[in-house]
Structure formats: structure tokens, C-alpha cells
């Protein structure tokens, strides 16, 4: 059972398989998508590294020249250092203007490869393999390629679309549960957007949703992949429409960065928060900050949200630590700024949103108050 | 006296100013350029100190929010490390995505500084500012950006058209003589690819050009913007056409790895040649390559060519010390190396080029051979 959506833009329009055991189709799929290919070189994040040894194998059996090489797992691949020494694999691996660039892994590795793939001879192809739920539903699709300075997260980028999405659905059977279920914030996150049967199916589905179920799993990353997919097509270049999809995002991102001090600044190791995590706390923040500016026309949508969300093992409330006062002053650094302004986007309804810079200093303080663990 | 002229790309066309005294008026162009923008960061190289000043100091007369950063001159400011650098004085100048970065120097410190404009917040809006004549020639008109990795030249990079280019030719005044020669040789091959009238004025006017005189220097500039602006218009990312303006670039980029490791290697720092340096040897080559493959239609041009090169005070053999077999191996790393094979670009008359693959190995050594100092 494998589906197949295409997202739309033009000359950089492509293709997102979706199915069970897709690794060993990898280089059949590669040869239809870019035909005239010369070198491949796979970088593969550690936590991934068997997919990676994988991948390698279909390509080479495909009759590919392909290499691999490994980057650390996570956001930790997501530096200069790590950049700079996958630019030079490139050039060991002999990688010229008609070669290509396969990521194999999380959305931080992705995003790591897809900047060395927009970057290498000024831009050379991409495909995204994601092993990881978060990858396959948000960070593998749209283009949105980039690495990370000390003080700001996706400050060092491009837009570079992938040439194929291969999302084989038997790399999500060896996640482990708390990556798994960080990867269902994003699905949560879509279906308060576009799709409010996508967010009841969750809600009716739960259980089988977090036992992995083939079937319901299969049907969730392909309705996730064609509303991320019909987004970007709408705005591959985040001039306006797209910016819907950084519903809690705003609060996330500035909580990803303050958990991720802690763990800099030698503070235990597990305060960390994954970014799903972290993206859920932001879309309590989200539903409550619609509340109090009298955007929300649905009443039932903050609770019905932290149900789903607690019932999917994820936070909703800021970790223990992590001051209020803090998150406001992170979230002016956030690179969505522009001209100084954010752009809230929040839920109307289940299945729709609104974006706007129109919110009141003293709502998002309260709204963090009310989130303080 | 100042011209304009409009590079053709569609929603990325731009204008190239060309003038005497235009950097005052910078602020006013940018204006006009860039409508809503928020703040600028001049990135001057340090050759050319003096005019990142007087451009900081237009933009702010402008009422502009500017800031100013230095980086070193020539191609020492090409490394990860300088652009790693110029991104933390992005975030320091609290750029955000209406931002523009203003390149003020050479063709090194244009290309750097487009590079970090291209991928800061996954691309912001830039403004060259060539204070040399290879820079207002060349490295400023086409949006080919970079740094290199130490193995290779130009190998991290993007497409990144300007929004503006401002060529004040009074920068020429103040530039060493050795460097306004180095510049000549581009316009030379500008010549050669497409412009035979503008060959025969630099033989009759070659003392007045030497002397930098205003008013001819204006029209040269203007008319070689124009030949850079057409190639670019054409074929904006190198596709097929643009290849042209390779000339001279194949051979003159293995000298100038090879020119540049002597420095490296503890050498005498004035073995190294200047990138017009290199591409002067490079068109000799191109010349004589293309007399020996029977491509040449005109019996004179190697010869009018040297010559013209000799009076410009431009090399026309190899530097004491660079071998031809070095420089043969050399050419093997060269980026414009497609599937293994490299594109030559040879004259057929002045003002023509052709691009061809079918070169012959022993022909290419023999003219290495011939150019041996």
C-alpha cells in the first residue's frame, strides 16, 4: 500500500511516496526523478544509521555511484562545523553540478543536507529520505533548508525544494516513543489549520494513532504531506500564506531555544525538549492567546486541543525552569520578525487560522503566566 | 556623465549605475531600489576602508538605519570563517528579512558578502558597491556568489541576483595600479566573447585607457556591463550560454590555485597572482588551444591578443615555478567540470567563442608546454 502526492511549483514540482518498505525501491525512484545523474552522496544522521547503510545499498544496487557519510543525530548536525565537513565529503565523493545530495534521517538532518545540497557548486539536487514522523509530515516537504548560529535557530538557509520525498513508513517501527510522539505535535498542528476531519480522525484514533497502526499511519502521513504539499504550492517562498504553518511555532521556537540553553549551560542533559514537544506547548499558547484577543469563534478548541495533546504523551505547559519572562524575550529573536513585528498566527476554528501582528503584549504575558508549570 | 544600464531578469531585473561621484548619491538609489526597507549593513573590504565609510555615511544622510563591517581584502575574506563572521554582524545589526547587505570592494569581497545575503534568513535583498574594475566589470553584474573551501575555489555558493549595482568610477582614482591592470584582462575577454569594436578601442585608446581617463573608462565600464548584463539576461544560472563567459577561466583558475598554494606554502608572498593575472595566461591559452583544434577562424588573434595583454602590463606565460603538468592536474578540480568533463570556451574570432568539449589532451599540454616561462 503506497500513495503518491505531488507537490506543485512549476518547474520544481515533485513527488512525495508515501508506503511501507519504499528504502528498496530508493533507486529506481531516484533514476525516474532525476535522470541524468552522475554521483550521490547519502548523509545520514546517526540516529539513523542503519536507514543510512540501507539507502546506500538500493542506490549502489540501482547501479548508482553513491557514498555515505554520517552527521550527529538531531540539532547538533545543524551547525557550521558539521556543514563545513559534509561540503568536503562532497568533494571526496567527487560530487559535481549533476550529482546529488540524499538525507537520511531526522528534519535536522534534512535541513543540514538540504543547505549543503542549495549550497554545493551554488546548488545541486536534494532528496529527503525522513526516518522520523516529524520529518515525513513537516520538515522533508517545502524547501525550507537550513542550519543554525549559536544565538539563533534556521538563521543560515535557503529555499531549495528536493527533487523526491521517499517516506518509507517502516522506518517509523524503530522511532523511539517520545520522538514518535513529538512527531504528532506537527499532525495535531496541521489539522488545526486545514483539516478539521484529519483532527477528529486523531481524536476517534488515538490508540491506533500511538500503536503505529500501518494502515491509520499511512492514511495520517499522507493527508499531513498533501496539506503541508497544497501550502507550499500556495507560497513556496513564505511571502505570506505559508506563514500559517508556523501556528505555534512563535511560543515553540522560543521555549526549543531556552530548553536548549539549559542543556548548553551543563543543566541536566533531559531538560531538554524535542521540537514537537515544544511545538505543543506553543499551540496551547496559541489557542489560549485566540481566547483572549477574541479571535477564537470555537469555544470547545483549547480543551479539545490539550486532550488530544496530553493524550498523545505531550507537554502542555512550559517546562519546569523555564521562566515566562524568558520566552518573551527569546521570541523577540525569533527570524519570523519582520521589521520588528511578529505575526501571531492562531485557530479561529478547528481547521482554520488567522494571522495576524495584532496581539497584546499583556495577552501573550498572561496567556505565559497561565503556562507556567 | 553617468549611464545606466538595466539587467534583464524578469522580477530580478536591476539596474547597474555607472558615474563619477555616484557614491553620494547611494542612499537615494537604494531608496528607489529596495522601497520598504528596514535596515543595511555595509560590508566593506578593507582595501577599501575609505569608501565603506563614505557609503555608510550616504546611506545614513539617506536616513537609512546602517551599520558597517570590514573584512579582509582580496580572496582571504572567501572563507567560512569570514562569512561566519558576517552573519553574527548581521544578527549584531539586527537584520531581519526587509534588510539589504551592501557590498562595498572588490570582486572577493562582493562575492562573500552576497553569499551570506543569499542564505542570511534564507536570503535577504544585496547592493554591490565594486570599488575595482574587475568588480565593476565583472564580479558585481550577475548574482554568481561564493566563498571557497580550501580545496576549491567558488565551491559553496548561490544564485543571488543584486537589487542595485553602483559602479562610481572615482573609486578607480584611488585603486593600485597593478589591480586596475589585473581588471583590464576581463575587459579584454569581454572583448574577445562579444564585442569586437570594444577590442579595436582598447588597441587605439590602449594610453588613455591606461591612464584611466574619465571619460573613456566610462564607456568602457558601461559597455562591458552591458556585455555581462546580456550573457547574464540570457542565461541567469548557467545553464548553457553563460559558459561563454568562461573564457580564459579554465587554465586562468588552475594558475590561480596553484599561484596561491606557493603563498600558502610559505613561498614569497608576491609569487601570487592577481585573479586578472591569471585569466590574462588563461586567454593566451584559450588562443592558442583554439588555433591547434582548428577552431580558430581568425589567423591574427593570438598574436593582437598577447600583444594587447603586453601593453595592459598583463603576464602571457606561466609564472617561474608553475608547471604545466601542475597546471593540467589542477584543471581536474575545476567546478565548471561537469560528469568528469571540462567545457572549453575558444575563440573563433574576435568578438566570438565557441564551447566545446572535444578537446584534445596532448594539445592542451603542448600550449601549457608553449607557455612555460
Request: glycine residues 10%; proline residues 5%; hydrophobic residues 45%.
Amino acid at each position: 500500500m503506497t500513495g503518491k502526492v505531488r507537490v506543485e511549483l512549476g518547474p520544481r514540482s515533485y513527488f512525495i511516496h508515501i508506503g511501507h518498505g519504499l528504502m528498496s525501491r530508493l533507486g529506481e525512484l531516484v533514476r525516474e526523478a532525476i535522470p541524468d545523474l552522475t554521483r550521490l552522496l547519502v548523509v545520514a544522521d546517526a540516529g539513523a544509521a542503519t536507514w543510512g547503510e540501507a539507502a546506500l545499498r538500493a542506490l549502489r544496487e540501482a547501479g548508482l555511484a553513491a557514498e555515505v557519510t554520517t552527521v550527529p543525530g538531531g540539532e547538533r548536525c545543524k551547525t557550521l562545523a558539521v556543514a563545513a565537513a559534509v561540503w568536503e565529503a562532497c568533494l571526496d565523493a567527487r560530487l559535481d553540478r549533476r550529482s546529488a545530495i540524499v538525507a537520511v534521517g531526522g528534519g535536522a538532518a534534512g535541513d543540514l543536507a538540504g543547505f549543503v545540497a542549495a549550497t554545493y557548486q551554488r546548488g545541486i539536487a536534494f532528496v529527503q529520505v525522513p526516518t522520523t514522523l516529524l520529518a515525513m509530515v513537516d520538515a522533508s516537504v517545502g524547501g525550507k533548508v537550513a542550519i543554525n548560529l549559536p544565538r539563533a535557530k534556521n538563521m543560515v538557509g535557503a529555499f531549495h525544494q528536493p527533487r523526491l520525498v521517499v517516506a518509507d513508513l517502516s522506518t517509523l517501527s524503530t522511532l523511539p516513543d517520545r520522538e514518535y510522539r513529538s512527531g504528532l505535535a506537527e499532525v495535531v498542528k496541521h489539522g488545526m489549520i486545514r483539516d478539521r476531519g484529519l483532527f477528529q480522525l486523531l481524536e476517534t484514533e488515538a490508540q491506533a494513532v500511538l500503536d503505529r497502526d500501518p494502515e491509520v499511519m499511512a492514511g495520517v502521513v499522507e493527508r499531513n504531506c498533501r496539506i503541508k504539499g497544497a501550502v507550499v504550492s500556495a507560497d513556496e517562498r513564505e511571502g505570506g500564506f505559508r506563514t500559517v504553518l508556523n501556528l505555534g511555532h512563535t511560543v515553540g521556537h522560543a521555549v526549543e531555544a531556552l530548553a536548549g540553553r539549559l542543556e548548553r549551560d551543563g543543566g541536566p542533559g533531559d531538560d531538554g525538549l524535542l521540537h514537537g514537544e515544544c511545538v505543543a506547548i506553543g499551540l496551547v499558547a496559541a489557542a489560549r492567546l485566540s481566547a483572549r484577543s477574541g479571535v477564537l469563534a470555537q469555544p470547545d478548541l483549547p480543551e479539545r486541543l490539550e486532550t488530544l495533546l496530553r493524550r498523545f504523551g505531550l507537554p502542555v505547559r512550559l517546562p519546569p525552569g523555564v521562566d515566562p519572562a524568558a520566552v518573551e524575550a527569546a521570541m523577540a529573536y525569533d527570524k519570523k520578525a519582520t521589521g520588528g513585528q511578529l505575526r501571531w498566527v492562531l485557530p479561529v476554528r478547528i481547521g482554520q487560522v488567522q494571522v495576524t501582528p495584532y496581539v497584546l503584549p499583556e495577552d501573550v504575558r498572561a496567556v505565559l503566566e497561565e503556562l507556567r508549570s
